[in-house]
């Protein structure tokens, strides 16, 4: 029998790095029954970190789902008639910024999330990075505001700093019972009691005792602040607060706090120690209470694969409902290799039922594949399971072809629903196999880990044959390069760290290119007229790939070869003209040509369309991107000048200081070309006390002495 979509709750559980999140989870699978004991992350024991560099490391590399079931509502702990059995599938994602890609997938395909942060260091850079995806794909959350036992714990801080900092209406629905290391409990302000739990039984069990008696006015305080903005969000309990706010019931307060946390007008906060094992049970109750189901949404949007190539406003929009009645529709967003079962696709279904052994279209390909098994995961183990249905999260084999981001689906309903937008690699470094015998393994790991990562590529330097990854930075680099030794036991050598440049097109230039050869015999023959300038703005944002206008009038180019001239500009963008650097956006139109009625075919138009291209280069104006890193230092105020003069050598911009605990920030943008080797720097500019954090931000074109020497180094004249 179907289980009932209301008790399922898909989600993630984000946050800057260190702020707790794996400890967190495993308290999670202890309180659930889903493991025995608490794995903890200082030990290298952490159920969810599995891979031997999370280990050895302390932080979370790649994306863990579970599977846990937790009872709600209950009584001391104890099962009640309307307790029900929630199923949560949960994502433990990372924090550090190289690994964001494996935030991104997860936040795609979840329906609610707990985002974490410590309740000493507050709002932190991640943070902010995490908050805006999850803004981007609308995913309703929580504030969990950690290590409440912490010197220098401050909750409300926390809490004012969200709505600062992230522009979120964030309502404390906790407050916290004592200060750092004398913090043992929380009043929960919709019920208006106090909670306490016991260190005896790993926070298992706890007391509800009265309010402290010097919380009184505070509890009061906070908790009008609630029904207040409960109260602001449904227009029902309006009048009813206007005339006595107390008579606004439990089960009122609930209700709207549900509706505003879904709708991401109201972020509860809770407050709590995952290490001290305290308010995690708690937060999982307000799960069940405030996060969605995957019923809560009416459906997910896609279109047929005969719209792809039309326009969104022609596209004809199906939906998808979240019933095991409907079609099958699924979306593969994460791709690993198993060394036990090979290569396994993870998926969100969104509607219909899948079955191990039957068939699925896959819409990217046009292929139909063979699920041969399906899986529950528990971190890096797999639990068997005959079928899959609306609103899970599960993985499959038996895929020949499949990536990121694909739709899965029935043949005979076929759709294509929204997939995952990821930011291209900024940083690369040459590689090489240390012998005979690791070559032929180093192109197979490198095609699995290609496979897997939508922010790692691989190329072959066309100067100089080397093979070059790319990835999000150097700790993502590193992390890769281990990661083909211990897994498929290929030694490399690496070079030294390079900026992923760009080209682009600065102005409008018009030109006529006619490619013609006689050599006896049909001749080959292609004439264009075109204009290349920089691409069109779309909702205020220059989209990635060509815009592509064709304006011939009469038949000058005939039809059939006007898709070979549109190929010809979108081959020749992968190679800029100025240092080979790939084009990432362009708009060129098609004016005017002419053509031989023997001579020409579709490849001569193409290959005028690519000559013409380098041609018309310097008319356009064509000119180096370099990517700019979003960096935030946080210092001592006796090291700031001597920081913030090393971020100017560096052809930094400060763009603001501010205080943050007792500590200085300077946030500034920054060429990553002149970061390689900063975080030794800063350590001995600030003897050790000052930290960074750094992602990337945007491309800017380069000054012109930066420019020379790129070119020059790309011709190989350097």
């Not at 050895?56 to 104890?78: L, V």
């Not at 690791?438 to 095609?447: H, I, P, R, T, W």
């Not at 971020?647 to 390689?676: C, H, W, Y």
Request: charged letters at 25%; proline letters at 4%; a negative charge.
């Amino acid at each position: 029998m179907a289980r009932d979509l209301k008790y399922t709750r898909n989600i993630g559980i984000a946050a800057h790095i260190d702020a707790g999140k794996t400890t967190t989870t495993e308290r999670i699978l202890f309180y659930t029954g889903k493991s025995h004991k608490i794995g903890e992350v200082h030990d290298g024991a952490a159920t969810m970190d599995w891979m031997a560099q999370e280990q050895e490391r302390g932080i979370t590399i790649t994306s863990a789902a579970t599977t846990c079931e937790w009872n709600f509502p209950t009584e001391q702990g104890k099962v009640l008639p309307e307790t029900k059995p929630y199923h949560f599938n949960i994502i433990d994602t990372p924090g550090h910024v190289d690994f964001t890609v494996e935030v991104n997938r997860s936040l795609r395909v979840l329906d609610g999330l707990v985002f974490l942060f410590s309740a000493v260091d507050g709002v932190e850079p991640q943070s902010e990075t995490n908050w805006r995806l999850a803004d981007q794909y609308r995913v309703p959350r929580m504030g969990f505001v950690n290590k409440m036992d912490r010197q220098g714990a401050n909750f409300l801080n926390v809490c004012q700093q969200v709505r600062d900092m992230l522009k979120s209406n964030a309502v404390a629905i906790t407050l916290p019972i004592g200060d750092e290391a004398d913090f043992k409990g929380v009043v929960d302000l919709v019920k208006n009691q106090a909670i306490v739990w016991h260190d005896a039984t790993q926070g298992a069990t706890f007391d509800i005792v009265d309010i402290p008696a010097d919380m009184v006015d505070e509890v009061k305080e906070y908790r009008s602040i609630l029904i207040e903005a409960v109260a602001d969000y449904d227009e029902n309990l309006l009048d009813k607060y206007m005339e006595d706010e107390n008579s606004i019931t439990e089960e009122e307060i609930n209700t709207a706090l549900r509706a505003a946390t879904i709708d991401m007008a109201i972020i509860p906060m809770i407050a709590g120690s995952s290490f001290k094992n305290k308010g995690v049970q708690f937060m999982l109750d307000a799960v069940c209470k405030y996060l969605p189901s995957p019923t809560d949404k009416e459906g997910i949007e896609g279109i047929h694969p005969d719209d792809a190539e039309l326009l969104e406003e022609d596209q004809t929009k199906i939906l998808r409902r979240p019933d095991v009645k409907e079609p099958f529709a699924a979306l593969a967003f994460k791709i690993a290799t198993d060394p036990f079962v090979g290569r396994l696709a993870f998926f969100r279904a969104y509607s219909g039922r899948l079955d191990a052994g039957s068939y699925v279209l896959n819409t990217r390909s046009g292929s139909k594949e063979r699920i041969s098994r399906i899986y529950q995961m528990h971190a890096n183990k797999q639990n068997p399971i005959e079928y899959i249905e609306a609103g899970d999260i599960g993985a499959a084999v038996g895929f020949k072809d499949i990536k990121t981001g694909d739709t899965l689906c029935d043949e005979k309903h076929p759709i294509i629903l929204e997939s995952m937008k990821f930011p291209a690699p900024v940083i690369g470094i040459a590689i090489e196999p240390k012998t005979k015998a690791d070559v032929d393994k180093m192109g197979m790991a490198l095609a699995k880990l290609a496979e897997e990562d939508p922010t790692f590529t691989v190329r072959t330097d066309e100067a100089s044959g080397q093979t070059i990854i790319s990835g999000m930075g150097e700790l993502h680099l590193d992390i890769l390069v281990d990661r083909m030794k211990r897994e498929f036991k290929v030694e490399v050598n690496q070079g030294e760290p390079q900026v992923e440049y760009k080209e682009a097109f600065t102005k409008s230039a018009q030109h006529r290119e006619v490619y013609k050869k006689q050599s006896g015999g049909r001749g080959k023959f292609g004439d264009i007229v075109f204009r290349l300038e920089p691409a069109d703005e779309v909702d205020g944002k220059v989209p990635v790939g060509l815009q592509f206008v064709n304006e011939v009038k009469g038949g000058n180019v005939p039809k059939e070869y006007i898709p070979s001239v549109e190929k010809g500009f979108r081959e020749a963008m992968k190679t800029g003209p100025l240092a080979g650097y790939q084009v990432d956006s362009l708009k060129v139109t098609l004016l005017d040509g002419s053509f031989h009625p023997v001579d020409s075919d579709a490849l001569s138009f193409e290959l005028a369309a690519r000559m013409g291209y380098r041609e018309v280069a310097k008319a356009a104006g064509a000119v180096i991107l370099e990517p700019i890193m979003k960096m935030e230092v946080i210092t001592p105020e006796e090291n700031m000048g001597d920081i913030v003069g090393d971020i100017n050598r560096r052809r930094g911009q400060v763009n603001d200081m501010g205080d943050r605990n007792g500590a200085k920030t300077i946030k500034a943008d920054v060429p990553l070309s002149e970061m390689f080797g900063y975080v030794t720097t800063l350590r001995t500019l600030s003897s050790g006390r000052a930290t960074s954090t750094m992602e990337f931000s945007h491309y800017a074109e380069t000054p012109s002495n930066i420019s020379e020497a790129v070119i020059k180094k790309a011709k190989g004249n350097a």
